[in-house]
C-alpha cells in the first residue's frame, strides 16, 4: 500500500512514540523490581526478629459506617467523621435530617451514584459516612465508667463471637440494658466493623468496647476488682433466673457453635444455663446474651 509523506511522517512519529513508550515501561518496571526486592528483603529480615512492615494503603485509616440509623447515631454522638456519601436523586425521610445535622457538624458531604455505595457497603439504605478505625478502650475505662455512674460494674465478655451480625446485635442489647463495657478478643472473633454498626444500630458509637489479647488474663483482671464472673454453658446445673445476678457482675457469652473453651468455663465463679423444651438444643449467640442481660437488668433495678 503506497503512503503519502505525511501518512509517512505519522507512521515514523507514532513508531518513536512507542519506542519511548516501553522504554519508559521498562526503566519503570526495574525500578519497581528493585525496590520490591528491597521491599521484600527487609520484610524477610524482620520476620527473622518478629517484626512484621505492612505496606502503607490509604484506605488502612478509614473504616465505614452505613444505614440511616447507624449514621445518625455516629452523627449525634460527636465522633469524628470525614465524610458522607449520600445517595443521587429524590430524597424522602430520615436522610434529609442526617445531610441537615451533617451540615450543622461540617460534615463534608458528597453525592454519589448508587452504584459507588454499592461498592463500599451492604444495604447501606442511600447514606455512607467514612470514619477513622474503630477506638477501642481498655478494660479499665469500663470499670471507671462504673464507677462514674455510681454504678456496680456490669461487663460483658465474648469469647468467639464470629458473626458480625451476632456481635451487632449483642451490642445493641448490651446499650439499652445499661451494660458498662463489652470485652472481646483480638483472635478469633469479628472485629468491630460496618456491619456491626449497622445491625447495632448505632449502638457501638455509645457502646465501651474494650478488645484483649488474652480472655482469661481479662477475666482474673475483672476478678481482681471485685466482679463475679458467671458464664452461660448449656450444661450448667444453675438455671438463670434462678442466680443472683446483683452486684459487680461480668457475664460471659461463648462462641456461636462451641460455646466458651474449657479454660474460660473453669475460671468462670459460676455457671448458668437457659432451659431447653425443644428438640434444638442451643440458642443464637444474640438470643442467650439478651435473656440473661435482661434478667440482670430486672434483678438489678
Not at 478505625?133 to 460494674?153: Q, T
Amino acid at each position: 500500500m503506497r503512503m503519502s509523506n505525511r501518512d509517512k511522517q505519522n507512521r515514523k512519529a507514532r513508531i518513536n512514540r512507542e519506542k519511548e513508550q516501553r522504554k519508559f515501561e521498562k526503566k519503570d518496571f526495574k525500578k519497581n523490581h528493585i525496590n520490591n526486592k528491597t521491599a521484600n528483603n527487609k520484610y524477610d529480615k524482620n520476620v527473622e526478629n518478629d517484626v512484621h512492615i505492612v505496606p502503607p494503603d490509604a484506605n488502612a485509616y478509614e473504616d465505614v459506617v452505613a444505614g440511616r440509623n447507624a449514621v445518625m447515631e455516629l452523627l449525634k454522638s460527636g465522633k469524628d467523621i470525614n465524610k458522607i456519601f449520600y445517595e443521587k436523586g429524590e430524597r424522602h425521610g430520615s436522610i434529609n435530617e442526617i445531610l441537615a445535622r451533617a451540615r450543622e457538624n461540617k460534615v463534608v458531604l458528597v453525592e454519589v451514584d448508587k452504584s459507588k455505595l454499592d461498592n463500599m457497603a451492604e444495604n447501606h439504605q442511600g447514606v455512607v459516612a467514612i470514619v477513622p478505625p474503630f477506638d477501642y478502650c481498655e478494660v479499665e475505662d469500663i470499670l471507671d465508667l462504673a464507677k462514674e455512674r455510681d454504678e456496680d460494674p456490669f461487663v460483658l465478655v465474648l469469647e468467639g463471637i464470629e458473626d458480625p451480625h451476632n456481635l451487632g446485635a449483642i451490642i445493641r442489647t448490651a446499650e439499652t440494658a445499661g451494660v458498662h463495657g463489652v470485652i472481646i478478643p483480638k483472635r478469633r472473633c469479628v472485629a468491630v466493623n460496618s456491619t456491626v454498626s449497622k445491625v447495632s444500630a448505632g449502638a457501638t458509637s455509645y457502646m465501651k468496647i474494650a478488645r484483649v489479647n488474652n480472655i482469661n488474663d481479662t477475666i482474673r483482671k475483672l476478678k481482681e476488682n471485685g466482679l463475679w464472673v458467671i458464664g452461660t454453658d448449656g450444661a450448667a446445673d444453675t438455671l438463670y433466673y434462678n442466680q443472683d445476678l446483683r452486684g459487680p457482675l461480668a457475664i460471659i457469652i461463648g462462641s456461636e457453635g462451641f460455646g466458651m473453651s474449657k479454660l474460660v468455663r473453669e475460671n468462670s465463679d459460676i455457671l448458668i444455663k437457659i432451659p431447653m423444651k425443644g428438640q434444638i438444643t442451643s440458642l443464637n449467640a444474640s438470643v442467650s446474651a439478651g435473656i440473661v442481660i435482661y434478667e440482670a437488668l430486672r434483678q438489678r433495678n
